[in-house]
């Protein structure tokens, strides 16, 4: 099985221009956890998910640092966390270094990325224009369609062994 036949597509996205306050909008009415960014002619730039939404002064949940440990920290990254817990676009609170995946890449491409990397969703680009999206859910989505129905499972030796073999036929 491929991506392409698991994705999802149209995508939601968000322009990096678009407020944090938008972004999370959006992820509300559409009950997702994360939204590729993408410019104007599709171009993925970006992805922004909860996670990125977890560090707010709002929430006082920002990075506290203790002044001395704040002394073993790069000057980088304690500027990157203010950005990040006081951004107001996405752009400034977005990750920029996205793992990608093809349309026709097969779906056991995916779920060793996804594994491999921890992320739950890999948007699907085609000539660097985002075309779709496979996320975690879209695998649950269509591992209930593959399941037989009623939850009916071999339970003696002879049935799990003409399963075996009808699965071994298939791969064949």
Known sequence: MLVEDVMTAPVVGVKPSASIEEAAALMLAHRISGLPVVEGDGTLVGMVTEGDFLRRTELGTEHKRSRWLE????????????????????EEVMSTDVVTVRRDAPLEEVVETMGRRHIKRLPVVENGKLVGIVARSDLLRTLARKLPAGGAVATDDDRIRAAIMAELGRQS
Do not use: C, I, L, T
């Not at 920290?73 to 676009?89: L, T, W």
């Open 71 to 90: 002394f073993f920290v790069s000057p980088g990254k304690v500027a990157d966390d203010y950005v990040n817990s006081h951004g107001r676009k996405v």
